[in-house]
Every structure is written in C-alpha cells, then in structure tokens.
C-alpha cells in the first residue's frame, strides 16, 4: 500500500523498536502540524514547558487531550522509544512525540483539559507548523536572540547558555565569545 512519510514513520518506527535495532531510523516529515506549546513529561504527568499563547500558560498540567487522558498518550507514544528503562531519557525523547500529537492524529485543532493553579479549564487549540512555530519563537521579544548571553550584577557574572549543542560556526562564534 503505498504511504506517505508519516505513515510510513508510524508503521516502522515501532518494528524498530520492538526489534531493538537503534541503527536504523526515519526522521519525522518536516511539514509536520505541531501545538503553539512544548510539553514535558515528569513522572507520567504532562505539563506545559513552554508556550506561544497565552491561553495555556506555562507549568499547566495536562490532563486530556480529545478526551484521551494523559497516562494514556503516554502509553501510546512510548511505541516510538529507543530507551524504555532510563526514565529521565525516556521522558525527554517522549517529550519530544507528544508536540507532534496534531501530526500523528491527523488534526489541526484538538481540545485539551488542563490543569493550572488549581482550576481545570478545556479548550481547543488549532496546530501550526513547525515552520510557524519557529517564526512566532523568533518573533516573540520575550525570548532572548542569542544562544549565550552574559550579563554582570557588581562581582558577579552571569553567563546564560540556551543549548550545548553547539557546532560549527555556532561553536567558533559561542568560542569567540567566552
């Protein structure tokens, strides 16, 4: 049957892992639908790390998305893992999956119950795409421009870093700085 590249991430992806072969992958489509939000996992709990609206803020718990609670999608996302016994791994990588739930579920908007300082509120939110999703980032003026700044308070330096995965000219320049 002939399959888009999703599909096909979908179908083989979990015969990967199943089989335990962590050589061969296939990267997610490019043109995927992401939430204007990151999700983190923390002890089987979801929560917002990060957002682009102002309707869900950050630290929001998760509660459901469509109706589906969060231990589920948990459940149903860990098909997709290398690592299933180093839970701090495994929680980063799954993660990662659950951004990409409008994409895997073929929908451009959802409804999600959530949790924050104490009062449960459902709404629905409409995906963007990944592309998007980076412009608005790039766009927002909360968020620093650099991926390293230092900033001195009297005797004491500050030095922020927003990734250590630095290569390239990215390293020479972030070099250069120090």
């Given at each position: 049957?002939?399959?888009?590249?999703?599909?096909?991430?979908?179908?083989?992806?979990?015969?990967?892992?199943?089989?335990?072969?962590?050589?061969?992958?296939?990267?997610?489509?490019s043109d995927i639908l992401v939430f204007p939000f990151t999700l983190y996992v923390i002890d089987n709990d979801i929560y917002v790390s990060f957002s682009l609206i102002d309707d869900v803020p950050v630290k929001s718990k998760i509660l459901k998305i469509d109706d589906v609670s969060s231990k589920e999608i948990i459940k149903e996302f860990e098909q997709y893992l290398y690592i299933k016994n180093n839970a701090d791994i495994k929680e980063r990588f799954l993660s990662r999956y659950l951004t990409y739930i409008p994409t895997f579920r073929n929908k451009k908007s959802v409804e999600i119950e959530f949790e924050y300082n104490g009062v449960k509120k459902k709404i629905k939110i409409d995906a963007i795409t990944r592309k998007e999703a980076l412009k608005k980032v790039q766009e927002d003026k909360k968020i620093p421009r650099t991926l390293y700044d230092f900033e001195r308070k009297g005797n004491i330096g500050i030095l922020r870093i927003s990734t250590f995965k630095l290569e390239g000219r990215l390293f020479a320049d972030f070099k250069e700085f120090l």
């Amino acid at each position: 049957k002939p399959m888009d590249k999703l599909e096909l991430y979908k179908t083989v992806v979990p015969l990967f892992r199943y089989l335990n072969d962590y050589h061969c992958d296939v990267d997610i489509p490019s043109d995927i639908l992401v939430f204007p939000f990151t999700l983190y996992v923390i002890d089987n709990d979801i929560y917002v790390s990060f957002s682009l609206i102002d309707d869900v803020p950050v630290k929001s718990k998760i509660l459901k998305i469509d109706d589906v609670s969060s231990k589920e999608i948990i459940k149903e996302f860990e098909q997709y893992l290398y690592i299933k016994n180093n839970a701090d791994i495994k929680e980063r990588f799954l993660s990662r999956y659950l951004t990409y739930i409008p994409t895997f579920r073929n929908k451009k908007s959802v409804e999600i119950e959530f949790e924050y300082n104490g009062v449960k509120k459902k709404i629905k939110i409409d995906a963007i795409t990944r592309k998007e999703a980076l412009k608005k980032v790039q766009e927002d003026k909360k968020i620093p421009r650099t991926l390293y700044d230092f900033e001195r308070k009297g005797n004491i330096g500050i030095l922020r870093i927003s990734t250590f995965k630095l290569e390239g000219r990215l390293f020479a320049d972030f070099k250069e700085f120090l």
